[in-house]
């Protein structure tokens, strides 16, 4: 049985770039489970209706539409308790929702001024009134006055990596010899700005730059072969 | 065989608040190996002088000294194998490493306004020259105008927590079911300002004042017995 995911696209539908979406693209893909991306659009919040969420990724397992990453991710391994689990146990299930809220809150904002006006540039037409106006409320600024100094905003991004930095210094992954759903969630952040921008912001040399060219390897490079805006 | 433990002392030598050396004297309980705190001041530099660092914690064993808090825990775990892991292996010691970080850059600065001026207060005076001139130096202001509104910092240090309180309402301890050097390293850095100030700045009514109420209770109570400044 294939899962369909409703997954945020650009007006090129082939280009996925929600970080919430990529957690579950590799969640899925670490699980073995065949899957379908639906490319969705902000403007289209009736087709995920079902789910009684207005953001994706929502899933669709078998009629069920399951939504919130971390809601996805418990309802796979329970779902499928015979595929590689993405938290086994309780000392994963508190580093993935550590690695999740340090992501939210220091991670996240630090990427806002270096990928927003991107992504509007890249969004569907239909979707740019909406995207302005939310964006720019939460950030209390207009799109166009955002990036300010690319420089320091792309410095900033990986002063607030380093922690996981110096993690990946001990291990190749943030769950150690092999990745669970704490690495997917940190890849996941990481893919908006890889995938939206015109520069990778990553410090490509640092100990992160390598594992997120091994996180691209992963799974027969799914990553690595995905659509980008300007690669 | 003992350990010796030079261990940052208050006047009242009987205070120990260095955040580097609770992770050291947590790590100790934590393996059963018998120690003894050496109370040592900023200004006695020349009796850590074998150990090549100018800093605590600094350990003794059989005649070997050993300084930084990731090293010692790491020598802990190589010379006393048959003793319980601080690090039990590859993903141990990346989220331990990652949480040092964290802590690092993130959670530390948030108390240096609420801690710093009452570590002043309740030092030895033969300190107090070297402490003033260096703490000033690092942090751009005179001791007396660090802390501008008390409620804001406290607010803050907090909200700098919020990674570690959302993992603690997954596991009991940020390693899981059982606690292990990470959880040593985010506990060292908040009893600093909790046996430094006149109020203990930690909310205790959510899940990390919880694991932190578990922490003061681990190995028959050690921190929970110890001596704070105004407690």
Known sequence: MTIQLFDLACANQRIFFSPYCWRIRMSLKHKGIPFESLPWHFS???RIEASGSTRVPVILDQ????????DIADYLDKAYPEAPPLMAGTAARARAK???SWCNATVFPTMRAIAVPSVFEIIADKD???FRESREKMLGSKLEELSKDPAAETAAMNKALKPAAD???EADFLAGT????ADY???GTIMWPYVVCRENPLDMSSPIGEWFERMLNLHDGFARGAARAHG
Chains 1, 2 share one sequence.
């Open 44 to 46: 289209e919040k009736d």
């Open 63 to 70: 009629g069920r539409a399951i939504a919130e990453s971390w």
């Open 178 to 181: 092999s990745p669970d759903y």
């Open 185 to 187: 969630v940190l890849f």
């Open 98 to 100: 550590f690695i999740e």
């Open 128 to 130: 740019k009134a909406y």
């Open 167 to 169: 993690a990946l210094t």
